[in-house]
């Protein structure tokens, strides 16, 4: 669910609105906004989309989004919007969605905490990934290339690996990703780049893969460390 993060904090304040993409930009990166008190709702029109609906044709509620959930994963995100209701925690999901015609996308979304100008959470804000399409794709750049990571030259090309593995997308949705929090926070694409390759380097393990969410949180804030090494 995402709006733009809060420069100072590294999460979403309610003053501040995400931009539209840039031209050019791919429709498969959105964002999404929930409001704890009033049970309210925004989305982008790329997320809009992904459901089936043309832009500004409806207004997203409870009750519509999780209208869309496919069956099987339906009861799982209730049970994680009502953790999310209590505990005021970040989080991150990958399920199934039907869109208005009945066709099945498959969707990452990763949810940060929204504050106000007093710094109480007030909401989740975080973005969508449409992996449609992309999944054997994905699965097989995965399982191929991320070995790999440590010896590749370029920053982007580093980030790219490790969103691939953390979150099982393919190298183009990584990439998109990555341009679309540079766009969102006013960083270079490379600088940005380099700190989400800085800090997930820097996780530390036992040699299991750490919680998904450890590198949720490092990815949203990530331009806050930029230029700071």
Do not use: C
């Not at 209590?86 to 929204?114: A, C, K, L, W, Y």
């Not at 992996?131 to 580093?158: H, K, Y």
């Amino acid at each position: 669910m995402s709006g733009r993060p809060d420069e100072r904090r590294g999460e979403s304040s309610r003053g501040s609105g995400p931009r539209p993409p840039e031209p050019g930009s791919l429709s498969r990166i959105g964002w999404v906004r929930y409001f704890f008190a009033d049970d309210r709702w925004e989305w982008s029109d790329e997320v809009a989309r992904m459901h089936g609906y043309e832009p500004g044709s409806v207004t997203p509620t409870t009750e519509l989004v999780l209208s869309h959930k496919h069956p099987e994963d339906r009861d799982e995100l209730l049970e994680l919007l009502q953790r999310i209701r209590h505990n005021r925690e970040p989080f991150s999901t990958r399920h199934r969605i039907r869109d208005t015609e009945g066709r099945t996308h498959h969707v990452v979304v990763v949810g940060n905490q929204m504050r106000d100008d007093a710094g109480e959470v007030i909401g989740s804000d975080g973005f969508y990934i449409d992996m449609t399409g992309d999944l054997r794709s994905a699965q097989e750049q995965v399982s191929n290339e991320v070995e790999d990571i440590a010896a590749r030259r370029s920053p982007i090309d580093q980030a790219k690996g490790m969103l691939m593995m953390v979150y099982s997308i393919s190298a183009d949705a990584a990439f998109d990703l990555l341009r679309w929090r540079s766009q969102e926070t006013n960083v270079k694409l490379r600088d940005l780049a380099q700190q989400v390759a800085t800090d997930f380097q820097g996780v530390a393990h036992d040699g299991a893969m750490p919680d998904r969410s450890v590198y949720d949180g490092l990815l949203m804030t990530a331009h806050l460390r930029v230029g700071q090494g």
